[in-house]
């Protein structure tokens, strides 16, 4: 139930669908494609109503920074009845593409979450491994991580992400849209 569209497909369409970002806020205030509307993926359960109201009026677009969060998306709205078009390769294509990204007034740069993930992991490993020289049994964190990173792959979900996504520095800025009035744009 998930058409891929490439840059040059979407573009002429922008103002035909309705756009959806699942990224996280941080991520979405620092540059998305116009006219797109944030839904942080830790919350589309919540928006599912909205979503699927929507998407009885216009064909509903999901995108993120390079597909993977899109397709998860596009696979729980798909399970919800809601069809839906995806971009190949997210934002990144788009402004791979050099076409312009809108940011938010005051956003601050924010790591991307698979740059976060890299790192967290990265220093968890780390961490394990130099810990595992005073005390051995420390090298099952590092064990540990990997196996967390081999089971995101082979599921394409990550526990890591999610819980990065409520870090402080990933939610919404104060002043700044919310989820709320996402939800109200969806329903007008």
């Known amino acids: 139930m998930t058409t891929p569209l490439t840059v040059e497909q979407l573009k002429p369409r922008l103002g035909q669908l309705t756009l959806i970002d699942v990224r996280s806020p941080a ?8 006219g797109a509307l944030n ?8 928006a599912l109503p909205a979503l699927h109201g929507a998407a009885e009026r216009r064909e509903l677009a999901v995108v993120c920074a390079a597909g993977p ?9 798909a399970d919800a009845g ?3 078009l995806t971009l190949s390769g ?14 938010a007034p005051g956003a601050r740069t924010t790591w991307t979450m698979d740059r976060q993930i890299r790192f967290v992991a990265g220093m968890l490993v780390l961490a394990g491994l130099l810990v595992a020289l005073a005390l051995p049994g420390a090298r099952w964190v590092s064990a540990a991580v990997g196996a967390g990173l081999a089971f995101s792959a082979l599921t394409n979900t990550c526990a890591m ?3 990065l996504a409520k870090l402080p520095h990933n939610r919404p800025r104060p002043g700044g849209p919310s989820l709320d009035d996402t939800l109200a744009t969806l329903g007008r």
Request: hydrophobic residues 35%; charged residues 20%; aromatic residues 4%.
């Open 27 to 34: 991520e979405y205030a620092a540059g998305h494609i116009p």
């Open 39 to 46: 839904i942080p993926l830790d919350q589309l359960d919540r």
């Open 69 to 77: 969060r899109a397709d998860q998306a596009c696979r729980r709205l």
């Open 82 to 84: 809601i069809p839906t």
């Open 90 to 103: 997210g934002t990144n294509a788009w402004s791979g593409a050099g076409q312009a990204l809108n940011t």
């Open 161 to 163: 992400g999610t819980l």
